[in-house]
């Protein structure tokens, strides 16, 4: 992975509430993981072993590692420093160094954005900036 490879989005690929966030050219068949900024957060893209698109909150929870780095395998991504695995919703399915019966991975989830393919392109919700998010939060409330 280099630095060129990495993605920003901007308003000028957008396309109502879904951005274009890479070219399915753009996924090396033998390594389909990219980084991508949206909203100005870092997430990173991968195509899992089933084929299925994931765009997951690029750093580790545990100890912030880059999941840029991790290992794709066992239809997620594992995190390269502790192991801690994730599938394509962010969910957290495995921690190696938990006590066998451990089910603390249950709670452990990064922020994941929908994501899916048309023509040729990848396109992903759009992310509201934070400040933007925060500006908004509670705007719906009584
Ligand atoms: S930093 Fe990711 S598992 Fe420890």
Not at 112 to 139: C, H, N, Q, S
């Amino acid at each position: 992975m280099t630095d060129s490879s990495k993605i920003d989005t901007d308003a000028d690929n957008a396309e109502g509430d879904w951005v274009q966030i890479a070219e399915v050219g753009q996924l090396d068949p033998e390594r389909p993981l990219i980084p991508v900024t949206l909203g100005g957060r870092p997430f990173v893209l991968f195509r899992d072993d089933d084929g299925h698109l994931g765009l997951i909150g690029r750093h580790c929870p545990h100890r912030g590692a880059d999941l840029c780095y991790g290992r794709l395998e066992d239809s997620g991504l594992r995190c390269p420093f502790h192991g801690w695995h994730f599938d394509r919703t962010g969910q957290c399915v495995e921690q190696p160094a938990e006590p066998e019966g451990s089910q603390m991975y249950k709670a452990i989830k990064v922020p994941m954005v929908p994501v899916r393919e048309e023509e040729g392109r990848i396109l992903a919700r759009r992310v509201l900036p934070r400040e933007d998010a925060r500006a908004t939060a509670g705007k719906d409330r009584p």
